[in-house]
């Protein structure tokens, strides 16, 4: 099973990262559609495609309106718009406002509760818990593989509510925006630090950790300390735009 990473940065895009999207082509399924949205149609394997958000902000959902040629022009029959009642609100009352954006978007609007969990058409089984610490709330992801678990959780600071939910996970794909010293920042703004970020993942017990969402005012290679971070967790790589990961290997 294959994930292509098409957008690995936060806030906005930046000469080395576009904003958040995760896709898994073989089942169709994509995380949240920041500004790479528009390399989606490159993947496209499937006839129809399920997108879940993980929340409303822009950097997570501009790149909706890149998608809506896609069942316009006929490379998909549909896209279903997975999220919970107030992100789907915010979709199509703000972004899709005749003032933003005045093309209907031709999606199927599904909503989830906070928590809970569906088949995709392709069989597996995903799970959802909301997340309280990012203003407006996230929402973490864990599918259900022959290769093992792989969550995806985005948008959060580490508050212990969610270790139950990822442990065991072989992949864990998270965000990390700040590094330590400027972990101030990222309490009062619900996001991830990095030592916070390797305990969570060594005290999970998940195989392997992916770090997204990095900050894009930080022009270094390293806008994290991986380093330190593998001296509590060791396997860590920080995921670049356009790089495609073979889960189980």
Known sequence: MRVEFLGTGGFHPSEQRHTACL????????????????RVEKHVETTSL?????????DHICGLTYLITLPLL???????LHARTEILDAVKIQLFSEQVFPVPPPFKFCEIQDEGELRLPSGQKLEWMKLNSHPGGSTAFKLHLDEGVFAYVTDTTVDGSYTDFIRGAETLVHE??????????????????????ATLAKEAQVGRLIIVHTDPLDKTGDPIGIEEMRAIFPDIVIAEDKTSLELGK
């Open 74 to 80: 006929g490379k998909v029959e549909q896209i279903r």
């Open 176 to 197: 990390c925006y700040f590094p330590d010293s400027k972990s101030d920042w990222a309490n009062q703004t619900g996001h991830t630090h990095s030592t916070a970020l």
């Open 50 to 58: 399920d997108l879940f958000l993980s929340h409303a902000h822009l």
């Open 23 to 38: 896709m898994l082509p073989e089942l169709g399924l994509i995380f949240d559609a920041g500004t790479s949205a528009f």
